[in-house]
């Protein structure tokens, strides 16, 4: 540590930060605009000065910008020094020369960095007279708001999407005071990450597109912290509400999760939560029995659960809490998990090996240590975003190595940019067509699975000679397994990233195999595998059996009733098996907040909330357990958590009469008693009697308004709050005002700083862990393990008939996701329907790009254009996975195809 004097005050410090930062952890007020913890320091915007002396007995010193000055012991500086604070409050006077007087109607206005800025240097009235610079704005897609005129040139919207992002068609045109961030032309955004520039710019230039289009001001937006629900990866959010509906996600800062970025899918696919697809009422088909509504359903009920052998199906988008719920309705021996065998079978391969304790799977801050990646049968800026945003730093590492050899600080990021140039370090990947990483690859092998397979039990091999490689192998793939296993056998932090998204056995035990080779090596290794959905890895720690199961416990008959659990089984499993499933099951509950075509089959259909309308808990592909809280309350009374729906029907069930039901305990303890695995997750927040000097926490901000207006048409006395019994949180602005618990944090907000830049006063240190450490607890146990099983390579999943081609699945950010499709901004970024061919294939079907092949797969028949990449396998077809217009597929899958003649 190194000991420095500001102002006259002896403080402790890092050395290695800069200035800037070190003011900031000190508790500071310093102001700054084009300086970003994540991405370090230009020395662009020229806001944050300070002046350094010599020693104690300089009275001169010199002005020098904090964000691009090193931290060094026994140093002395001020920050509230006349000339220093006389240079920013000039400096940002000449910034505000060409800014319009438009705080009113800006998005940003009053949570606006520049706004906060402004006032900290004490500049408060323009002498600018003159005529202002304007621009021509773009449209840049249907997820972010052009307004360039409000720009202050801090550099910070390219230096992230360009240099951080990987980002290649926005950028920097023209120079001086005439300076242009935007595209070459209108178009889309194309990065996965666009939506952050809403966040990362410090004005309104770049703004939430989706926010606009039912504009509130964030400060009259009711908050809670929340989990994004789009993937496994388990990203921290801060969901708003405003009238009932949901209107905007942004980034909750975790240092170990998300940093403080979050991907396009999980920003904007929010609004299936508003949509018209959503299931308001119970519905009852078949024989309806009078009264109300309330008594009508138990009445129901009554006989749903009469002389019925009744099975469970669970869901992977669903909570702890709810699938626990289930499971304990139906009993353990009547509950499935509502995914294929094969992805149950995958996931089961994966939770074996992560409890072995000689494999440790890396926070996304871990995997930006990375120094060699391996990446097998695998598309993470598909399947999981914010790791393929982690990777792009990670490549980074080795250079930056060399760059600390010559003294560049690891802050000072245009001198580090400047010195490293292209110079990446080693990623390698195996998939069968082109990814957007093989940019950043050192070394690309396409094949089809089963090649990628073996490819990946050979690199195992050459690390452990217990691992059989397999037969047949050319030279030239020996040659390059071998090369491989080489650089992660001498890499510091090697990574392996895999995961489920082919659903091919062999790749992720070849993965698996890999990681535990390097943990014999090396103590433990580090393996990083993607499962589907944000509670996937939560669901198959309960070890039920597959929806494969369940299917044959109807038909052998004896079960009379099946309750499905926010699940779609048409995206589940081939569709006749799913036709057949609803034909043989006299009784069918579907427990679900979005319209779908299982809800269309169900005898009872009863609304649920979503993550937004209620609490929850889910477990990450990391294993990190972590709560999501209720944004609002539901106006309809019909729609409630499923946890609670289901405990209710548990104690009907056992007798208990429909007006005397209790409300559920802490059914993640009861869990936690029952299935000793989730041992810890129940920790990951305080409990619901949590109170700070017997205060809740607020939802709501402290210039929260409008609680009267907004029922003026019905009574002018403010109707009494919601009451929430299920957290420490409450739907009002009194409260406790200071820094809550982490996983209790609903928005960031300091005296003096209304911007999200807030966040560093809620950081042990700037751009470190919150106070008191950050949110979600990690399952995982890793520990000594006396011998290790490898993996032994499985058959060849794919046996082709006559004339059949493997059907490969591939993932896309936008579509594959079951909720996030329902939003319209998504569903416009979502690809059409295609069909990916070989060049060989091609000529033997004689088309063309963009001609139409009919593809059967088991039952169904598409009609679908072609897309021919050259790196494809012959005899392989790819095609999206998951679309909504190509449910009802049973993978994996074997097609036919044929041309369609004229």
């Not at 300086?35 to 020098?64: I, Y």
């Amino acid at each position: 540590m190194a000991h420095i004097n500001i102002d006259k005050t002896s403080y402790e410090a890092k050395e290695g930060k800069n200035l800037l930062e070190t003011c900031l952890t000190l508790g500071f007020n310093l102001p700054y605009f084009c300086w970003h913890p994540a991405m370090g320091s230009v020395g662009a915007c020229r806001q944050c000065a300070v002046k350094v002396f010599k020693d104690e007995n300089d009275t001169q010193g010199r002005l020098v910008m904090s964000c691009m000055e090193s931290v060094r012991d026994n140093m002395f500086l001020s920050v509230d020094d006349p000339v220093a604070k006389a240079f920013r409050s000039q400096n940002i006077e000449w910034l505000m020369t060409n800014h319009p007087h438009d705080c009113a109607v800006c998005d940003e206005g009053g949570s606006c960095h520049l706004q906060d800025m402004t006032v900290m240097t004490g500049h408060a009235y323009r002498r600018f007279e003159f005529k202002k610079r304007t621009y021509k704005n773009q449209y840049l897609g249907p997820f972010v708001n052009h307004e360039m005129n409000r720009c202050i040139q801090c550099y910070r919207c390219v230096r992230f999407y360009k240099d951080y992002a990987g980002g290649k068609d926005l950028d920097v045109f023209g120079a001086h005071n005439h300076v242009y961030f935007g595209r070459e032309s209108d178009g889309v955004l194309e990065n996965e990450f666009s939506g952050n520039l809403a966040e990362i710019c410090p004005t309104g230039v770049f703004t939430d597109k989706t926010l606009k289009d039912h504009y509130t001001r964030k400060w009259d937006m009711t908050m809670a912290p929340s989990i994004c629900q789009h993937c496994s990866v388990g990203c921290n959010i801060i969901a708003g509400e405003r009238y009932g509906k949901l209107r905007q996600i942004t980034s909750r800062f975790n240092s170990e999760v998300n940093g403080y970025f979050i991907c396009d899918r999980g920003r904007f696919g929010y609004e299936f939560v508003n949509g018209i697809t959503r299931v308001q009422q119970p519905v009852i088909r078949g024989a309806m029995v009078g009264g109300d509504e309330k008594r009508n359903l138990y009445d129901n009920l009554k006989t749903f659960f009469e002389n019925l052998d009744i099975i469970g199906i669970g869901s992977p988008r669903a909570s702890l809490e709810a699938n626990f719920a289930l499971r304990q309705l139906v009993g353990e021996e009547h509950f499935y998990q509502g995914i294929s065998e094969n992805q149950a079978g995958l996931l089961r391969i994966l939770l074996a090996t992560l409890n072995s304790g000689k494999v440790h799977t890396p926070s996304i801050k871990e995997i930006e240590q990375a120094d060699a990646v391996l990446i097998l049968g695998e598309d993470p800026t598909n399947a999981a975003p914010r790791i393929a945003l982690a990777l792009r730093q990670a490549v980074r590492r080795k250079p930056l190595e060399h760059a600390q050899n010559i003294k560049i600080p690891a802050w000072h990021d245009a001198a580090l940019r400047e010195f490293i140039q292209e110079e990446k370090g080693d990623m390698f990947i195996a998939f069968p067509v082109e990814i957007k990483l093989d940019e950043l690859s050192s070394d690309t092998f396409f094949g089809s699975p089963d090649e990628i397979a073996r490819f990946g039990f050979a690199i195992a091999s050459y690390l452990n000679e217990e691992v059989v490689s397999p037969d047949g192998l050319d030279e030239a793939t020996e040659k390059r397994a071998f090369a491989i296993a080489a650089i992660l056998k001498n890499a510091e932090h090697p990574l392996i990233i895999s995961g489920t998204s082919l659903g091919h056995e062999g790749i992720v035990k070849a993965a698996c195999n890999i990681a535990l080779a390097i943990g014999v090596q090396k103590e433990i290794g580090s393996l990083s595998l993607i499962v589907p959905e944000c509670n996937s890895m939560g669901l198959a720690m309960m070890q039920a059996p597959a929806l494969d199961k369940a299917f044959e416990a109807v038909q052998q008959g004896g079960v009379g009733a099946a309750i499905i659990l926010e699940n779609d089984l048409y995206q589940r499993a081939e569709k006749t098996d799913v036709d057949h499933f609803f034909e043989t099951c006299r009784h069918v509950m579907v427990l679900d907040h979005l319209h779908h075509a299982t809800t269309s089959q169900a005898s009872l259909l009863i609304p649920v909330s979503t993550f937004a309308e209620g609490d929850g808990t889910m477990v990450s592909h990391e294993g990190r357990a972590q709560r999501f809280f209720q944004v609002f309350m539901p106006k309809n009374e019909n729609i409630r958590e499923s946890w609670l729906w289901l405990d209710e029907f548990r104690q009907f069930k056992n007798g208990v009469d429909p007006q005397e039901l209790n409300e559920p305990g802490n059914l993640i303890e009861e869990l936690v008693r029952v299935i000793p695995q989730f041992k810890g997750a129940e920790t990951v927040s305080p409990p619901s009697d949590f109170r700070i000097n017997g205060q809740r926490i607020p939802r709501e901000p402290h210039r929260y308004s409008g609680r009267t207006a907004m029922l003026a048409n019905i009574a002018v006395s403010e109707p009494k709050p919601s009451q929430d019994d299920d957290s420490p949180l409450s739907f009002t602005m009194e409260g406790y005002r200071g820094i809550p618990p982490a996983p209790l944090i609903p928005f960031f907000w300091a005296p003096g700083w209304n911007s999200v830049q807030s966040i560093n006063k809620y950081q042990i240190e700037v751009g470190g862990p919150l106070h008191g450490g950050d949110p979600g607890r990690r399952l995982f146990i890793e520990g000594e393990m006396s011998r290790i099983d490898f993996w032994k390579m499985p058959v060849s999943q794919f046996l082709a008939e006559s004339g059949e081609t493997e059907i490969i699945p591939l993932t896309h950010i936008f579509g594959s996701e079951a909720l996030s499709v329902y939003s319209a901004a998504v569903a416009e970024r979502a690809p059409s329907p295609y069909v990916l061919i070989s060049e060989k294939d091609a000529e033997k079907f004689d088309v063309a790009e963009h001609a139409l092949l009919r593809l059967r797969i088991q039952t169904q028949c598409f009609d679908l254009p072609v897309k021919i990449k050259k790196e494809l396998r012959p005899g392989l077809a790819a095609i999206p996975f998951n679309l909504p217009s190509m449910a009802g597929i049973g993978w994996p899958a074997k097609g036919i195809l044929s041309k369609i003649e004229p």
